[in-house]
């Protein structure tokens, strides 16, 4: 597993903003970065992800509200995350493969808690 470098989780209003970023070693190239998200009783689920070549998806809870985006050259990718609902609380993991590697890599988590 390659080691994930995470940031930009913390507490914000209904409706506020946050940026989640994700690094990883200059030595690994990404094909696909993205976040998942898991909330207390629920099961862990796709938030957003980033090919290397910029394709992207989104869960549809949050469609119009996220944007992700990469750097290619730093490995690193950025979550915008807009508009933010209550039910977007969750720890958010950033969650990476690469050419070099076999296996997934996840980050440790970075919560995001959003109050109405």
């Not at 470098?5 to 209003?13: F, K, M, N, P, R």
């Not at 394709?55 to 809870?61: F, I, L, P």
Request: net charge positive; charged share 15%; glycine share 8%.
């Amino acid at each position: 597993q390659v080691r994930l470098v995470e940031s930009g989780g913390g507490l914000v209003q209904a409706g506020g903003s946050l940026r989640l970023s994700c690094a990883a070693p200059s030595i690994f190239s990404f094909t696909a970065m993205g976040w998942y998200r898991q909330a207390p009783g629920k099961q862990r689920e796709l938030v957003a992800r980033i090919s290397s070549s910029g394709s992207t998806n989104y869960a549809d809870s949050v469609k119009g509200r996220f944007t992700i985006a990469r750097d290619n050259a730093k490995n690193t990718v950025y979550l915008q995350m807009n508009s933010l609902k209550p039910e977007d609380t969750a720890v958010y993991y950033c969650n990476a493969q690469f050419h070099e590697t076999l296996r997934d890599s996840w980050a440790q988590g970075t919560q995001v808690t959003v109050s109405s």
